[in-house]
C-alpha cells in the first residue's frame, strides 16, 4: 500500500469514526468530508484536497458509499463537476475559501450561464456585456439553455468586459449570485415535457469585483477550465460505473425479460452496443488513471462525443425492442426536473430515447467535439476562422 493511499484510508476512517453517514446531515457530513481533504483529493490541502492523484477519489467514494454515505445529489452536479475545478484552478485565495467548500456541501448549487440566443458553438461571440463600475461591475444580456438555473444560487457567468478586443481576448469569467435583483430565471420546456433547463435574463446585475474568476479579459481561458471538465463528466470519464451499467443494462433487460422472440440480427445489434459500451468505460478508466493531477485536457472530447453515439444508438434499440410498447405509457406534462440523468432507471427507455437527443448538443454539440479532436489532439489544420483577429464590436451578426 502506498503512502498516499493509507493517507486516504486514515482520513476515511477518521470521518467515519467521527460521523455516521447514515445518520448525519448531509451538509455536516460532506463539510467534514471536505475540511478532511477528501472532497476533491486532487485540489491542494486547505481546500477539500490533499494534492493527490484525482485516481484516490474512487477509493474514497467507493469507501464512503459502502458505510452508507448517499451520493451527491442534483444540488452539487455543477459545484462538484465544474465550478469547483473551475474556482481552485483560476479563483483567488479569498474565492477559493468562500465558494469550494458551500459548493462541495451542496449549500450553494451551481448552473452554467454560457449559452446565449446567438452563441452556442461559437461560445466566444456571446454579447453579455459587464461594464465595470469601481469595484462593482453591471451585467445585462441573455443566456439560454441554462440547466437548473431555477435551483441556483450561483452562476458561472461569461461575459463580454471589451468588445473592442478580439472575441476570444475581451470576455470575464464571475460567479454570479442568482439572488441578486435584476436576475430572472424562465423555464424552457423540452421534447420530454420537462423543464430542465431555463432562459436567464440579466437586467443592470451589479456583481463585486471580488466575484470575478480569473484576471479582467482572461473569461476564455477560465471557460475552457469549465468546458473540459463538462465534456469529461458528461462523457462518464469522471467516475468508473460499474460493467453493463447505465442504458446497455436497460437493452439487455428488455431482451431478457420483455422479449419473447430472440432475433439473432437483433441480438448481434445488442451485443455490439455492449460491446462499444464497455471500450468507451474502460477508456474513460484508463485516461482518468493517466491523469496524474490537475484538469482534464482535450481529449475528454472523445469520452463526450463517443458517449453521445453510443447512448443515442441503445435508446434507439431499447425502442425498436420495445417495438409498438414504446408507443405507449408517456406523458407530455410539464414537470420541473429533480435529478439529473442521461441514463435513466429500469422502464424509462421511452422518455431517455427523447431526452437522448440532447446529448450530441449539450455539453458542445457533436460537431465541435470533432473539431477539437482534429486541431488539438490530432494536430490537424485549424477551420478558416475569419473572426479572430477582429476587434468583437466588428465581427458582423
Ligand atoms: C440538454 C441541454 C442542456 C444544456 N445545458 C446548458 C447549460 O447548463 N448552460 C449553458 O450555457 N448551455 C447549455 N446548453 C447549451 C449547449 O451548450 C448548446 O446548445 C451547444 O453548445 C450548441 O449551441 P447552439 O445550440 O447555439 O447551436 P449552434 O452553435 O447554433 O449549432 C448549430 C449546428 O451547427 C453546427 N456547428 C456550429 N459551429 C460549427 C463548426 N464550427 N463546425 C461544424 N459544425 C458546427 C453544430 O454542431 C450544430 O449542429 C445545453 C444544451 C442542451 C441541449
Not at 462541495?104 to 465595470?132: H, I, K, M, N, Y
Not at 434499440?317 to 420541473?336: K, W
Request: net charge negative; hydrophobic share 35%.
Amino acid at each position: 500500500m502506498t503512502d498516499a493511499t493509507s493517507l486516504v484510508d486514515e482520513r476515511v476512517q477518521a470521518l467515519l469514526a467521527d460521523l455516521d453517514p447514515r445518520s448525519t446531515d448531509q451538509v455536516e457530513f460532506r463539510g467534514c468530508q471536505y475540511d478532511l481533504g477528501l472532497a476533491w483529493v486532487h485540489f491542494p490541502e486547505g481546500y477539500g484536497g490533499l494534492g493527490l492523484p484525482p485516481v484516490h477519489q474512487r477509493r474514497i467514494d467507493t469507501a464512503l458509499y459502502q458505510a452508507g454515505a448517499r451520493g451527491p445529489g442534483v444540488r452539487h452536479f455543477f459545484g462538484l463537476t465544474m465550478a469547483g475545478p473551475t474556482i481552485v484552478t483560476n479563483g483567488d485565495d479569498d474565492l477559493r475559501r468562500r465558494l469550494l467548500r458551500r459548493a462541495f456541501t451542496g449549500e450553494d448549487a451551481w448552473c452554467q450561464l454560457f449559452s446565449e440566443p446567438g452563441a452556442g458553438s461559437d461560445l466566444a461571440g456571446l454579447s453579455t456585456r459587464a461594464v465595470r463600475d469601481g469595484d462593482e461591475w453591471l451585467v445585462s444580456g441573455q443566456k439560454v439553455w441554462n440547466t437548473f438555473a431555477h435551483m441556483a444560487d450561483r452562476g458561472m457567468l461569461v461575459a463580454r468586459t471589451d468588445p473592442e478586443a478580439p472575441k476570444h481576448k475581451g470576455l470575464t469569467y464571475f460567479a454570479l449570485d442568482m439572488h441578486a435583483p435584476g436576475v430572472e430565471v424562465r423555464p424552457l420546456r423540452q421534447i420530454t415535457g420537462e423543464a430542465e433547463f431555463n432562459e436567464v435574463y440579466i437586467t443592470e446585475v451589479r456583481v463585486p469585483d471580488g466575484d470575478r474568476i480569473g484576471d479582467v479579459g482572461d473569461g476564455w481561458r477560465v471557460a475552457m477550465t469549465t468546458l473540459m471538465n463538462e465534456r469529461t463528466t458528461i462523457g462518464g470519464g469522471g467516475g468508473a460505473p460499474p460493467r453493463g451499467s447505465g442504458s446497455i443494462a436497460e437493452a439487455v433487460r428488455i431482451w431478457q425479460e420483455e422479449m419473447t422472440d430472440h432475433d439473432p440480427a437483433v441480438r448481434d445489434r445488442l451485443m455490439r452496443l455492449w460491446i462499444e459500451a464497455e471500450a468507451l468505460r474502460l477508456t474513460n478508466i484508463r485516461a482518468g488513471q493517466n491523469r496524474r493531477a490537475g484538469n482534464p485536457g482535450p481529449e475528454g472530447s472523445i469520452a463526450k462525443l463517443k458517449f453521445a453515439e453510443i447512448n443515442m444508438a441503445i435508446y434507439e434499440l431499447c425502442v425498436d425492442l420495445l417495438g409498438a410498447d414504446a408507443l405507449v405509457g408517456f406523458d407530455y406534462e410539464l414537470r420541473r426536473t429533480e435529478g439529473l440523468g442521461l441514463t435513466g432507471p429500469p422502464g424509462s427507455s421511452r422518455k431517455m430515447f427523447l431526452r437522448a437527443r440532447a446529448n450530441s448538443i449539450e455539453g458542445g454539440t457533436s460537431e465541435i467535439q470533432r473539431n477539437i479532436l482534429g486541431e488539438r489532439v490530432l494536430g490537424l489544420p485549424g477551420e478558416p476562422r475569419i473572426d479572430k483577429d477582429l476587434p468583437w464590436s466588428q465581427v458582423p451578426r
